[in-house]
């Protein structure tokens, strides 16, 4: 329990670390470059939303084991681990990821690292990047060898961030090819995870390319679970079926599972669309670019949902979305999350609004993030507001209160009981039941 550590990046999924790893007993500095996070997050006040994380944050402050900085002096003098939590997104107009953030955390800290440690690295790169940036540490650090990199790749999913961190379903360990190295690289690990490895968390160790692959390899999975189930739904709607009983009875096979198989509007966030893109990319450059040409159409069936939400709220309105009122319940990419990045829920309120609709969103924990994001759209004070006058009301992001909003209700204040439901999250029956014409993905 001697390890000090620091957490580089204090974004969805530093913040969590920080606190996550302070709530474990550690001592902690947060890092990040941005001045106005740091002075949030010392301040107790968590500057993006996720559930059960503010008390952690709160109670590891008051504590005195949990401070936050921008000063690389700070961080390389205070820790014996170092987490490198930093963003890489998409490349604007590539498909390839952006490692800059990565890059410019390694060659701030390495130069400033006098002592032995570990630095390790947590966020998601391409395969080939823990190799560079070891070799890159090796060259810059003082401590020349003493320095050492890992590769940890992150799991965590927003929404359950910090049950993932502290419970998470396994833990992946990329180290060295040099065996002293790697051996210690993996002591520190096992060390610094302890607690989880004593409930009984599996733990991996593996070369650096292959845990760089296992993070990327299971959002390619899970995006093309997404995008199979919404491909099912376009053969349901041209074949008059219905995907969500389709997608009941496929997940009571055990081969087959449940989970991730809900039809709908699809995925996006910062995790899922550039991930597989930049696995792409990757590949292309790897020389293997056919083993992923399927993951282009799991982007395109992705991508192809959000076309037909539009037109399917087109449709009901006659044709034109032209002097027509329309209320978009969900900014979030998901519920539980106020992260925007690449919302389907926002593209297609966006969309709509370049079409002519006049459209009112309403989200329970993104509007700030999602006025930023699309400060061209109009934003409602709740779901009621945001239905006001609509002629449609589009469900987006199904959020618990939006999953479990009165029909009676809602009729109340709309022009014209019109419902997609864009998540298939609504029960039909009810909401017929009650007056309204309801459409949804994938079903009659
Ligand atoms: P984010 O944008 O919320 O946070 C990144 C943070 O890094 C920002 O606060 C930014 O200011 C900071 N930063 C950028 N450059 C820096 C530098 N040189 N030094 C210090 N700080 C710097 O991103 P995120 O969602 O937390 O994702 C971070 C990484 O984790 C990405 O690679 C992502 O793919 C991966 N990941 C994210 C999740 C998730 O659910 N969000 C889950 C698993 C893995």
């Not at 391409?126 to 990199?149: K, Y």
């Not at 597989?276 to 450059?285: C, D, L, P, S, W």
Request: net charge negative.
């Amino acid at each position: 329990m001697a390890h000090r550590l620091t957490v580089i990046g204090t974004g969805y999924l530093g913040a969590t670390h920080a606190a996550c790893m302070a709530d474990l007993g550690y001592e902690v500095v947060g890092l990040d470059t941005d001045a106005t996070k740091v002075e949030r997050l010392a301040a107790g006040d968590l500057p993006v939303y996720e559930p059960g994380l503010e008390p952690i944050l709160r109670r590891n402050l008051a504590a005195g084991r949990l401070r936050f900085t921008t000063s690389y002096d700070e961080a390389a003098d205070f820790g014996d681990v170092h987490f490198v939590c930093v963003g890489t997104p998409q490349k604007h107009g590539e498909y390839a990821a952006d490692l800059t953030y990565v890059d410019a955390a390694i060659e701030e800290l390495a130069p400033r690292l006098h002592r032995p440690c570990l630095v390790v690295g947590k966020s998601t790169v391409p395969v080939g990047t823990a190799a560079r940036l070891a070799a890159r540490l090796a060259e810059l650090a003082p401590a020349g060898g003493d320095a050492v990199l890992a590769w940890n790749p992150e799991f965590l999913r927003e929404g359950y961030a910090v049950k993932d961190t502290l419970h998470p379903d396994r833990i992946v360990a990329g180290v060295p090819d040099d065996q002293g190295a790697a051996e210690r690289a993996e002591k520190v690990l096992r060390e610094v995870y302890s607690s989880m490895i004593g409930e009984g968390t599996p733990f991996i160790v593996a070369d650096y390319a292959t845990a760089e692959l296992v993070k990327v390899a299971a959002n390619a999975f899970l995006a093309t679970k997404i995008s199979f189930i919404n491909a099912m739904a376009e053969v349901c709607e041209a074949a008059h079926a219905d995907v969500t009983k389709l997608s009941l009875a496929l997940s009571y096979d055990d081969r087959i599972g449940g989970k991730f198989l809900g039809p709908g509007l699809g995925f996006g966030g910062g995790c899922l669309p550039k991930d597989i893109r930049a696995f792409m990319a990757r590949a292309g450059e790897l020389g293997v670019d056919q083993a992923l040409t399927f993951l282009r159409e799991v982007d395109e069936i992705n991508i192809r949902r959000r076309i037909r939400m539009v037109d399917l709220a087109r449709e009901l309105l006659g044709g034109s979305f032209a002097g027509r009122t329309v209320g978009v319940l969900g900014a979030a990419f998901k519920p539980d999350s106020d992260d925007v990045r690449d919302s389907p829920a926002l593209d297609v309120a966006a969309t709509i609004h370049a079409q002519g609709g006049a459209v009112t969103v309403y989200d329970p924990q993104a509007m700030n993030n999602a006025r930023r994001a699309h400060p061209d759209l109009k934003f409602g004070t709740s779901a009621l507001d945001a239905a006001r006058d609509a002629h449609v009301v589009l469900l987006l992001t199904e959020w618990r209160e939006f999953r479990e909003m009165d029909p009676a209700a809602l009729a109340g204040v709309v022009a014209e009981r019109n419902i997609v439901d864009g998540r298939n999250a609504l029960d039909p029956e009810r909401w017929r039941t009650a007056g309204w014409t309801y459409r949804a993905l994938g079903r009659p």
